[in-house]
Structures are given as C-alpha cells and as structure tokens.
C-alpha cells in the first residue's frame, strides 16, 4: 500500500501539515528543527513515500508536464530535439510528452488535442507549419504554447533569424557567377533569396522541397542542371546528389544548405556554403520561456529571436569537429566519434 503524508507523520510523531511544510518546502519549514526534518527524512526512506503528483498538481494548478509536438523522433534532428529538451526540462521538475504528427497535418490536430487533454502546462510546437486557424477556432489562443519553427504572429515564438545568413549565401552566389539557381525551399527563405537576388540581377528557380516531395521532385532538379542550388535541408541535398551521381558526364552544382547537426555534415567539394541556426540557443531559451509564460499574468506575446550565421565549406568543417568535441552534442555525436562519419 502506497504510503501517505499521515503515514510519515504517526511515524514521526507530529502532525500533517509539518510533514507538508518541509516536503514542500515552505518558507515556514525554515523553523522546523534540524532533529525533526532528519527524522522525516529517515521516515520518507523507510517508508517509499512517492509524493502524489495529481495531488501537487490540483493544489498548485500545475500538473509539472509540457508537451511537445514533431513529425517523428526517428529522424536524428527530431530525435536530438526531443532528447534535448527533455533534458532541460528535466533541470526545472518538468516531465515532457511528445506529440508525433508523422508530417500528416491531419495529426497536428490530433496531438495537440491529446497534450491538452492530458492537462500540460504548455506545449513546444517543433514543427514548421502551425496551426493557428485550429487553435484560434478552438478557443486555444492563450493556451501556453510555443512555436519552435514557425512564426504565427499571435503566438509566443523563438524565431530563426536567418535574414544576413541568407544575404550572404546570395552575394557568394553573385560572386561565383551563379547563371541558373535552383532555390529548393520553403516560402520563407525564398521571399528573403528573391529580395536580396534582385539588386544582383539573379535569375532563380523555384522548386520547393518538403518531407512530402517524390522522386520525380529530386530528379526535376537533377535535370534542371542548375549551376548554384539553396537547400533547406542536408537530407535533400544527400538526396539530390545521388541522383547526379546515377548521370555520368554531369557537373555538380555549388550547393547551400542548411547545417544544424554533425549529422548534416556534407564533405564533398560542391559545397559552397552552409547557413547554421543557433541550435543550443533554442534549447537554452526554450524552457525558461515556457515557465515565464505560465508565470506571466499578461497576455503579451513575445518573439526570441536567435541568429543565424553562414560558414564556408572549410569553416563548416572545423565547426563539425567542434561539435564532435562538444559536450552538449555527445549522446548525438557518439555515433558519428565512431564512424568519423560524414556525409561524402
């Protein structure tokens, strides 16, 4: 039978609402007698007293669980995001449930459903397109949530600043005489490549890449045979370059991509460059934002914003050994120490 607060208090020999105090840690235990809270102390152990967490959380409103929602924990970036931020969460008494879309926007729907049926404080939304209209609709507008990727404008966000990044990335494109460019990314990053190309006169294509686009989609960008291609992802590219290297005669293009993990680590010379999110930043402000929005009385929405930087092939590729050597990555990276992995 599970032990009790009363439990621990007849062993003791004084009243509930002592044994409540200190365990709770109330300001008031402070007067509590070193002898007593030894004993309570000895009594928890004995007995295996497990505070009740439904009893914590209707006393204090706060069931001390956050929610998180990605498209899988398979792919090594959701899996290291989802690992990270259970571990900050971990360092402030919070219990994280992840909410897996399998990219189908059907799912949306449904996780943050069940995260909110299952009374957490808060949820990350790790994913790229929000749902805005659907928790609008629903009356979720002040439900705690906060957007990882995205940038609805009335919702707490921590945003990817990639504005200079991608200027760079345009101006190196201008510089390496860039004829045809293929921009294989989402609306965001385009609208920002589109802008910046116009004062240098670059002509782009448009062929935007997703977790939803088919093998005719890589091969239609194969058989553009663009001189310059802008990737969003290290995935897309990997996948892209196989299909030239089923072509013989071929001549790869100068490539741009997104790096975020070692994992996206591309070593072959048609890189030109890579544009790098502040990932740690993200999992350094992420949890402590959560917490200040369930504090907050206020209804203000906040935008973070973290910057992004551009790295040439050769720089990202210290960068890559730093990360192998970094802390922080190691439960990622261990695999990659191993292998002396590296996309080729």
């Keep these: 039978m599970r032990a009790t607060l009363k439990d621990i208090a007849e062993r003791v020999g004084v009243t509930k609402a002592l044994v409540s105090l200190y365990l709770n840690n109330h300001p008031l235990s402070a007067k509590i007698a070193k002898s007593t809270k030894e004993k309570i102390d000895q009594a928890v152990k004995e007995l295996n007293y497990r505070p009740s967490t439904t009893a914590r959380a209707l006393k204090s409103g706060r069931s001390r669980t956050l ?9 090594d970036y959701f899996g290291f995001l989802a690992q990270s931020l259970l571990d900050e969460c971990a360092k402030y008494d919070y219990q994280l449930l992840i ?19 299952r009374q957490t404080d808060g949820i990350f939304y790790g994913m790229g397109v929000f749902p805005a209209e659907y928790l609008l609709s629903a009356g979720l507008k002040d439900y705690p ?23 760079t990335v345009v101006r190196r494109i201008h510089e390496l005489g860039g004829r045809k460019v293929v921009v294989a ?11 910046e190309a116009a004062s240098y006169g670059i002509q782009l294509i448009h062929q935007p890449l997703d977790f939803f686009s088919t093998e005719k989609d890589f091969d239609r960008i194969r058989d553009l045979a663009p001189d310059v291609l802008v990737c969003s992802s290290s995935t897309f590219v990997v ?8 072509k013989k005669n071929l001549e790869l ?7 975020t993990l070692p994992c996206d680590c591309i070593n072959n010379s048609c890189i030109a460059g890579v544009i790098v999110p502040d990932f740690k930043e993200v999992i350094r402000l992420a949890v402590p934002r959560m917490i200040q929005m369930l504090d907050k009385t206020e209804k203000k929405i906040i935008h973070l914003e973290t910057s992004a930087h551009y790295l040439e092939r050769e720089q990202m590729m ?12 190691e439960s990622f990276t261990r695999k990659y120490k191993q292998k002396g992995d590296s996309h080729e």
């Design 239 to 246: 996948s892209i370059l196989e299909r030239y290297s089923r």
């Design 318 to 329: 210290k960068f890559y050994e730093q990360q192998l050597a970094d802390p922080f990555y």
């Design 145 to 167: 949530i906060l957007q990882l990727h995205s940038l609805h404008p009335e919702f707490n966000s921590i945003r990817r600043n990639e504005t200079n990044a991608l200027k």
């Design 67 to 75: 929610g998180l929602v990605v498209g899988d924990i398979c792919s």
């Design 185 to 195: 990314t989402g609306v965001s990053w385009l609208t920002i490549i589109q802008e």
């Design 253 to 259: 293009p100068r490539v741009f991509y997104s790096y």
């Design 99 to 117: 909410g897996i879309t399998r990219f189908d926007p059907k799912e949306e729907r449904r996780c943050l459903e069940n995260l909110i049926n």
